[in-house]
């Protein structure tokens, strides 16, 4: 987010952290400056704790819960919120952000394989090491590019204005301008790999 976005108190995407490596992520401190709320997995919690960002909701399996109550009963209060099975996940994250009036959630992994369960939102950013995966159930993707920049598309579009097809999924922006892609159905664009 730039400094011009109007952004209230409460519009804030919640901020998911899967795992250690991206509780170390460089993107995450900018969005964290607009106070989001901070869900975790357990394996994310001590570098997160290290980095002293402050975790709102952990998501965890309920034979835990008691254990991290008495983690974090000394620190500050945490939401804790029991999940038998990983693949749980996206319906416990989608009754989070319908609590907190969201339609969107950033997500922070290090695993590729995240984005198979992240997929089941209906509007997620996930950033995984230095890639920003932007999901589309259905839609179009419009961007400001510079020349030389690239993103690819993972998953069905239609057909796409700027830019140069490389290969079959990768668009390379061929003048500074918009790049433009139309009828994405269940795929992922991926901006900043190398």
């Known amino acids: 987010m730039s400094s011009h976005h109007v952004i209230r108190e409460g519009q804030e995407p919640p901020v998911l952290i899967m795992d250690a490596v991206a509780a170390e992520n460089p993107l995450l401190p900018d ?21 002293q960002i402050k975790i709102d909701i952990l998501l965890c ?24 099975a990983g693949d749980q996940l996206p319906g416990v994250l989608m009754g989070i952000l319908e609590k907190y009036n969201s339609g969107i959630i950033y ?12 997929s089941k939102l209906e509007k997620v950013v996930c950033f995984i090491r230095d890639q920003r995966w932007s999901w589309f159930r259905q ?14 598309i993972v998953g069905e579009y239609g057909d796409f204005e700027g830019g140069e097809l490389i290969g079959s999924n990768r668009i390379r922006q061929t003048e500074d301008g918009i790049i433009f892609i139309k009828q994405l159905k269940n795929a992922w664009i991926l901006e900043g790999f190398t």
């Open 31 to 51: 969005l964290l400056e607009w106070s989001p709320v901070i869900i975790a997995l357990p394996d994310a919690v001590p570098a997160i704790l290290l980095q």
């Open 61 to 84: 399996s309920p034979d835990d819960l008691s254990r991290w109550k008495q983690v974090f009963r000394e620190r500050y209060p945490v939401t804790l919120i029991g999940m038998s």
């Open 107 to 118: 997500a922070f992994t290090d695993s590729q394989e995240n984005t198979a369960l992240l």
């Open 139 to 152: 839609g179009n993707f419009r961007k400001w590019m510079r020349k030389g920049d690239e993103l690819e």
